[in-house]
Nanobody
Framework: QVQLVESGGGLVQSGGSLRLSCAAS????????MGWYRQAPGKERELVAA???????TYSDSVTGRCTISRDNAKNTVYLHMSSLKPEDTDVYYC??????????WGQGTQVTVSS
């Protein structure tokens, strides 16, 4: 089992920045991927960014150039720094943890609200 604790969401004005954090604990395999999805009510969950344990990154087209994902393997923590935020970035952001061949684990979600 893996437990994920997210922090850093909140209310920010358009053009502002936020940093989300997600700390993993429990049965942490060395080779893993951590990242963030987001989901608005009535919509499908969308991948925002992901990073492997050897620091390969993936970004959705909608956030490329505005977000940076990073991780601290010693702390089993992933960070998502978001800048130039837009109202359409308003969503619940979910952290996830995955080991190849095993189910994903999810955090409880953190609300990000961008006011215009």
């Amino acid at each position: 089992q893996v437990q994920l604790v997210e922090s850093g969401g909140g209310l920010v004005q358009s053009g502002g920045s936020l940093r989300l954090s997600c700390a993993a604990s429990g049965s942490i395999f060395r080779l893993n991927t951590m990242g963030w999805y987001r989901q608005a009510p009535g919509k499908e969950r969308e991948l925002v960014a992901a990073i492997t344990s050897d620091y390969k990154t993936t970004y959705s087209d909608s956030v490329t150039g505005r977000c940076t994902i990073s991780r601290d393997n010693a702390k089993n923590t992933v960070y998502l720094h978001m800048s130039s935020l837009k109202p359409e970035d308003t969503d619940v952001y979910y952290c996830y943890f995955q080991v190849p061949g095993l189910p994903q684990y999810w955090g409880q979600g953190t609300q990000v609200t961008v006011s215009s």
